[in-house]
């Protein structure tokens, strides 16, 4: 990683590390995280991203963990938008790129979780090597950066208090205090931090200013228990098997560096890069060879169109990780309703396939829709084309298949955004949808919030209805009923004529 100036990002260190957002409606006793995520809980797919990652209690898969973080981060969740920017730092599961990472941390800063806050810190200050910042290159920047370590301290996220005792020690960013670093060490130790408990214990026995509230040994066999190999040599034990709480060798062994966190992991370093080998490597003949499941898919006549000509392959071709977020992201085809259709009064369904790259972005994106329907088409695969994937298995992932049926729309101009001087189209009854909706009883709970689009024809009938946020297929059919059994009035042209016209709704849901 190449170390960035002190002064970026530091506008998005806000005021949202302070405090960590309230959570979600926990899971009932007997429902697993599987279960819950299945039906479109953005936290259980993030806690079984995590699980994932760090193989507790299931397989340890970094692309299916990536996948599970990256689906509940675009449904919102700030936690698991802060996990996949530590993922993008260190290219595990995903590309590595510190742009995204420094995107995401900001985003789930801002979005009030706090240990984004302290990620974001650290990809700021890119802590390889922090002795290298001298205080006048820091100035009132590196002040900045180490105040908001320690509101993350505050906030309760153990990396935080970490960072915050490492750069209090090292004295680089702020004047040096040993005592405020052996507390802030302590907080995090006392969190479950074992990278913590290590770094005071060393601090303990280098610093005579700091006075021990706890024997050594105490602090060297906790953090021997966490595989913290130097530790053990302190503590006089055999150093235990490596587990998720262990933290990454540079983080040991640099015991001025800072940490990246993802709660129920011992830490990472900002260096620390995953490696790029890939194992079994497969040609693009071999992966462009569709799989009987997906031939039998796909209409005879479109095949020709879409690149399957190849003779199929044996195996199912499933592929969770890819499969998921082309389940949660098919709904973003329904913003081509918008595309200028060849056939608009005639109900169109798009089909589009695609191979995925090393980088996780589609390739060899291929369209086609019956019946044909150029522009939708193009609009289509430019959708698709913008969608990122976890790093696929051998190098070169596919081929996959999304799919979109485009409803039929009434004879007259299409739909407008509603022009300055106009009339946006309203329900007559102020709050019938969400009256009417009845989510099934299934997901209640789960999703919280929605917005939808649809248009409006001259006569009041709400037409092309399609979600805009992530949602699951029963919830979006759902809504579809609720705006359709309510009545609504037209909106209007800048001359007062009737006009079909589009409307963006957001829903509550509330377990209606």
Sequence with gaps: MRRRHLLACLSALAAACATAPAGPPAATAFELPEARCSRGDPAACRVLGRA?????????????????????????????????????????????????????????????????????????????NVLALRPDEAGDAGLKTARHFKAACDAGVPEGCLNHGTVVEAGILVNRDAPAAARAFRRACDAGLALACHRLGLLWTRDPTVTPDAPAATLHATACAAGIAPACDLARQPVPPASARTPTLRLISESQSLALGIPGAGGFHPSDLASAEVVGRRSREEVRRPTESLLAAVPPLLRERLGLTAPPRLGAGEDSPVDLLVALRRQQLGTCYQAERKNPGTRTEALVVFLVEADGKPAEVRPAAIPADPALETCVAEVVGGWEFPMPAGGLGGPYLVRYAFESAPAGSPPQLTPPGGLRPTLKSPGCVERKLRVPADYRGIVGSATVKLAVDGNGTPILFHAITPAPEPVVAAMADAVRACEWSPGADASGRSATLWLTLPLRLDGR
């Design 52 to 128: 994932h990652l760090l193989g507790q209690g299931t397989s340890q898969d970094d692309r299916l963990a990536a996948a599970l973080i990256l689906k509940a981060c675009e449904a919102g969740d700030a936690a698991a938008c802060s996990d996949l920017g530590v993922l993008s730092a260190i290219g595990r599961g995903v590309p590595q790129s510190d742009a995204r990472a420094v995107a995401l941390s900001r985003r789930a800063c801002d979005g009030g979780f706090a240990a984004a806050c302290s990620n974001l810190g650290v990809l700021t200050v890119e802590g390889a």
